[in-house]
């Protein structure tokens, strides 16, 4: 009778503890995102912010301010949160999921992505060489492009619509440090995505500058 009582209650208990297994797990892309609130840029869509340095979402070529359109075809504009996790999370969709990303140089591709789950409570190895400073892993998360600049935007443009630039000519006799600011404009374009042209491009860029 013990034996018996026994094999029910490890059935009984079985089921919901691999239940609480699904739930014990945190789930990653190798990136993170955010609802962009930027008339500018991919208003109401997600915006991301961060990419995983070395993860399957850089390597494809996935990079920070890129719009996540859709999310295995739905779309994301203006989708609540909870709405949002359920594509990514639950377990009744497939752990890859399709990003279609916009961004300066494409209109519209998409980037399969495998869903990674590890356990809660440990600890990965990004984590692991900062606590024990064996070693350093390089995270490009936080290297960023700064400029002593003032920026003001139209809220009526959106620049998504926007591929091509140039810049204003000011003739032959034009300061060392005029072209020096330009090579950096330019560098930073590009890394946008944005490709020069210097018959019909998008945007024209004259810069201004003082000494402080």
């Not at 359109?69 to 203006?78: C, D, R, S, V």
Request: charged share 20%.
């Amino acid at each position: 009778m013990n034996k018996v009582l026994y094999i029910i209650l490890l059935l009984l208990i079985t089921p919901f503890y691999a239940k609480a297994q699904d739930y014990e797990k945190n789930c990653y892309y190798g990136i993170t995102f955010e609802v962009s609130r930027n008339q500018n840029w991919g208003y109401g869509e997600l915006v991301i912010t961060g990419v995983e340095p070395n993860s399957p979402a850089e390597k494809s070529g996935i990079k920070i301010d890129d719009i996540i359109m859709e999310i295995n075809g739905q779309a994301t504009y203006l989708r609540d949160n909870q709405t949002i996790a359920n594509w990514l999370f639950d377990n009744k969709y497939d752990p890859e999921v399709k990003f279609t990303i916009r961004n300066m140089n494409t209109y519209f591709k998409e980037y399969p992505l495998m869903r990674k789950c590890i356990a809660t409570n440990s600890v990965s190895e990004k984590q692991l060489s900062e606590v024990y400073s064996f070693y350093s892993l390089e995270n490009t998360n936080y290297q960023i492009f700064t400029l002593p600049l003032h920026v003001q935007t139209n809220s009526d443009v959106d620049f998504t619509d926007y591929h091509t630039y140039d810049f204003y000519d000011a003739g032959k006799n034009v300061p060392a440090i005029d072209k020096q600011i330009t090579t950096l404009l330019e560098k930073e374009l590009q890394s946008k995505g944005l490709v020069r042209d210097t018959s019909d491009p998008d945007i024209v860029v004259q810069a201004y500058y003082s000494y402080s």
